[in-house]
């Protein structure tokens, strides 16, 4: 069966600090990867997502990630925490020939200290 | 453009009532899919609908949780007899047709689903 893990279930980083969450897949076939962000109260935000091609990606807000297959690993990071990067973070994956559904991490939550 | 609008935002209901959620999707997306989101559960896939295709209900919980999808647009998530393991928020979102290059699945608000 396919799952995502995604390492960590909270993490706090200071302020300037590289942000980097972890996200691994269990699949037989490379799934399509997404990284989600969601903040209180809302719904699911896109940050970037692998589909083929270039395996690292780069998102909004400065986010980007790596597809490595080698290591089952979509790690994502940022260079440079900010306050608003506080939200939790969900990586999830899509098998293209089972339909469209997405499979979730647990997430992780991200706090980020001034 | 308009998003995914989900109503109602908040619904509390007694156990062993049944309730209505609604999702409106982004226009022209023939695609749509209702997640769970609790914290036993994390988020998981309840059904998906893509065009005038069967729809795939591998994810729904039990018999008591239905779904349907009236003119390829809005979807109402039914669940009936309530229990309290129900309380949750539910998320739908839509996308074009997977395949080709587009697999993006934006997301509405939620309804935050609270048994008593």
């Known amino acids: 069966a396919q799952s995502v893990t995604q390492l960590g279930s909270h993490v706090s980083v200071s302020e300037g600090a590289l942000v980097l969450l972890r996200c691994n897949y269990s699949?037989?076939?490379?799934?399509?990867l997404f990284w989600y962000v969601q903040y209180p109260n809302q719904g699911l935000q896109l940050l970037l997502k692998y589909t083929t091609g270039a395996t690292l990606v780069k998102g909004i807000n400065g986010f980007e990630a790596e597809f490595k297959k080698s290591e089952t690993s979509f790690h994502l990071t940022k260079p440079s925490a900010h306050m608003s990067d506080a939200a939790e973070y969900f990586c999830a994956g899509l098998i293209y020939n089972q339909g469209g559904k997405l499979i979730f991490g647990q997430g992780t939550e991200l706090s980020v200290k001034p | 453009g308009a998003g995914v609008s989900q109503s109602p935002s908040n619904k509390v209901t007694e156990k062993g009532k049944d309730v209505e959620l609604r999702c409106d999707p982004i226009?022209?997306?023939?695609?749509l899919y209702w997640y769970r989101q609790s914290l036993g559960q994390g988020l998981e896939f309840l059904i998906y609908f893509q065009g005038n295709s069967a729809p795939d209900k591998s994810g729904l919980p039990s018999d008591r949780f239905s779904a349907e999808r009236t003119g390829g647009s809005v979807s109402t998530l039914t669940i009936q007899r309530t229990q309290q393991e129900d309380s949750a928020v539910y998320l739908c979102a839509s996308s074009l047709p997977p395949g080709g290059k587009s697999y993006e699945q934006y997301f509405g608000p939620g309804t935050r689903l609270t048994v008593t």
């Open positions: 699949s037989s076939v490379p799934p399509y």
């Open positions: 226009s022209g997306h023939t695609a």
